[in-house]
């Protein structure tokens, strides 16, 4: 539910007129929605408010006083000597006037505190531009309840345009706009489906199959998205991404295949016209409001009016933009298809004794002995460098153990 069906129907949601879904609706919208949050404790603080005042009380024997009076009038000739009572406003005024004064200033009071704290959106109706509905907008809300739906009818019925109202003399546009505004009816379009494919194969020779699968791709029109090889203890192997044309996707399927053993093959399909329609009727919407939006610029005399048609043109035009580069991204992902090819050499049997190649297995033995030899020097290197750093350490510690050792058979001597 989008902020503008929440604040068409805060109303009902505060005399608990809604259903218990559509409640559940609305408090979960609230909750996330800054703005509609301030709206209803805005209008719940007006309502507050109106429902403090005090209310007028009124004499207990007003009605027996105006019912004897009337009586009494109608029984009564009229003639010459029938007086009518004359009317001593003074004191009228002293009993009662004080008594309407007092509420109509409340009134007034109550007006002006309404508008000062009232949120976003609580104020007389303005004019705002109406946006048309989408179609799966449409589609909730015509499950919802009927007074809801009268509720909504009401609200889209006028033209409004956020924040301000349109400058006068343009209200003629701006009800043309409303009406060209409405839901456009969908372009018949042909069914829009993004097809992907996977495919596993098991090939003699990855250099030939490779050549091959870029040969196919050519021809087609496509092209490689990506492309990694790699080398495991079985053999080589690589896979590819390719973005092949829509009407040649059987074919290029087919011919890949013929590259090798199949090992696993999956296609899916993903419709998506559903969305193509809605979003393509949005946009065509947005158009004809930023047309009759550069029409009301045109009729604008005033700084302030042209800078209120000119926010709302941007943010039209940004919507446009934003639709259409989904429509481009629908396009390109319908009219190019996806498949991901997986290649894997298959694994040599072995069926007899191999020897080593004779000139191959002497040079590993002359890497090994030279990297032994080398090893060893490396040893030897450390070794003495650790002797030069240590030298010192050695020669004190040897001091001290000659002293210990000379006190020690000087002890044994002495006994």
Known sequence: MDCRAVRERLSLYLDGELTTSEIQLIDEHIESCTDCRAELSSLEETVLLVRSLEPLEVPPDLQDKIIDR????????????????????????????????????????????GKTVSGPGFSLPTKEVYQAPSASDSADRDAES??????????????????????????IAAEEMNRDGATAPAVPTERKVIQTA???????????????????VRECGGFVQSSNMFRQEYGRG??????????????????????????NRGITGQDVTEEYVDVDARRRNLIRQ???????????????????????????????????????????????STIDVELQERPRSVTAVQLPDQKGFGARLARAFTGSVNLLLSYISNMMVWLVSAAP?????????????????????SK
């Open 146 to 171: 009927p007074a809801m739906n009268e509720v909504a009818e009401e609200q889209t019925s006028m033209f409004m345009m956020k924040e301000s109202s349109l400058p006068e003399g343009m209200e």
């Open 290 to 336: 930023e047309e009759r939006l550069l029409a009301i610029l045109d009729q604008a005399k005033t700084v302030e009016d042209i800078l209120k048609v000119e926010g709302q043109l941007e943010r039209v035009r940004g919507e446009i933009e934003s639709l259409t580069g989904r429509l481009r991204y629908l396009d390109n992902q319908v009219g190019l």
């Open 70 to 113: 009337t009586m009494a009038a109608a029984n009564s000739p009229i003639g010459a000597s029938t007086r009518i009572p004359r009317i001593n406003w003074r004191h009228a005024w002293g009993r009662w006037g004080r008594t309407f004064s007092s509420v109509a200033a409340l009134l007034v009071v109550a007006v002006l505190i």
């Open 238 to 263: 690589a896979s590819y991404t390719l973005r092949i044309p829509a009407d040649r996707f059987d074919d290029v399927l087919s011919r890949l295949e013929k590259l090798g053993d199949v090992q």
């Open 393 to 413: 350490f050695l020669f004190v510690g040897a001091g001290i153990g000659a002293v210990v050792w000379w006190a020690w058979g000087y002890f044994q001597r």
């Open 198 to 216: 996977y495919l596993s194969l098991q090939i003699e020779k990855l250099d030939t199959a490779v050549d091959l699968l870029q040969e196919a």
